[in-house]
């Protein structure tokens, strides 16, 4: 099965984690998805491959916004009526402070979904989500239905 | 006149890349410094790919491609020694697809440097870089005078 058949099905902590398994940059990754009281919260777990400074030690910047990027691909998918595979118009990205060798968490908000557009923020952050390490904010463009789905 | 010649630039380039353990990973290496830009390769890895029907690359490794480029180009500025540089901000827009199983190279340039600020932007392309993937545009900041020429220095002892 695809990542664009397995969307269908209703989120839960088990289809967050098989529409992960589809995506191999995803797992290269290592990112994870978990559900508290109905948002989904991903992580990114501690691994020294993602070091972009290995004096810090910190994170490679762009991995930061790799997974920020999958996180809000995924929240939007989560939140759509008909969910279809959106894809990534823009990406703007601020970085706030260095993310040091620990696990990472991000958060989504679906800030508007018209009918050809979604706008997603994503706020990604270490100890607490009071200090994030970057927000961004993903446009997403919504491909048609086919009649025949609707 | 250039602080650095082309060659110095390639050389500090190479070292600070050679340090970094995700773009080691990722297999992301140097292709060229011409004058101030600066062009990194991605190839093709099928653990990069976004859509593994289509096997095309993840937006995300494009924003690491990016995000690297563009912050190792601010070593190649003519008009800065160059210094240490977290990036503040960065913007991409995706204009167009690869096809599956193409490298990708990302070419950056500084467009303007102050005291504080370097502004930086840049594509990724797989044919041509006029016909671009990808553009993107940041802002670095230059947090202290540490002139990292020292490590040119270091490999020629």
């Known amino acids: 099965m695809t990542l664009a ?139 048609e239905i086919k009649q025949q789905e609707k | 006149m250039p602080i650095l010649t082309d060659a110095e630039k390639t050389k500090l380039v190479r070292i600070m890349n050679d340090h970094i353990p995700h773009t080691a990973s990722l297999g992301i290496e140097l292709h060229s410094v011409v004058g101030e830009e600066l062009t990194f390769k991605m190839p093709y890895r099928k653990e990069l790919v976004g859509d593994a029907e289509a096997g095309t690359f993840h937006g995300g490794a494009l924003t690491v491609l990016l995000d690297h480029t563009l912050g190792m180009s601010t070593v190649c500025g003519d008009s800065m020694l160059p210094s240490v540089t977290p990036t503040l901000d960065l913007r991409i827009d995706h204009l167009g697809i690869a096809p599956p199983r193409v490298d990708i190279y990302a070419t950056a340039k500084v467009y303007k440097a102050t005291r504080k600020l370097i502004f930086v932007e840049g594509v990724a392309y797989y044919d041509s870089k006029d016909n671009p993937i990808a553009r993107a545009t940041g802002s670095w900041v230059r947090v202290a005078d540490v002139d990292l020429t020292w490590m040119l220095g270091a490999v020629q002892q």
């Open chain 1, 5 to 143: 058949d397995v969307i269908h099905q209703a989120p839960s902590a088990d289809t967050l984690k098989l529409w992960l398994t589809k995506v191999p940059y995803a797992c290269y990754l290592g990112i994870r998805a978990e559900l508290h009281n109905n948002e989904i919260l991903f992580i990114l777990p501690k691994d020294k491959k993602l070091i972009g400074n290995p004096s810090l030690p910190a994170l490679h910047g762009g991995v930061v916004g790799a997974f920020m990027e999958q996180a809000a691909a995924f929240h939007l998918i989560a939140k759509m009526e008909q969910p279809s595979l959106p894809k990534i118009i823009n990406f703007s990205l601020d970085y706030l402070r260095p993310a040091r060798l620990r696990d990472t968490y991000a958060s989504c908000k679906l800030t508007r979904q018209g009918r050809f557009i979604a706008n997603v923020s994503v706020t990604s952050w270490q100890e607490h989500i009071d200090k994030p390490n970057a927000i961004a904010r993903a446009h997403f463009l919504i491909p």
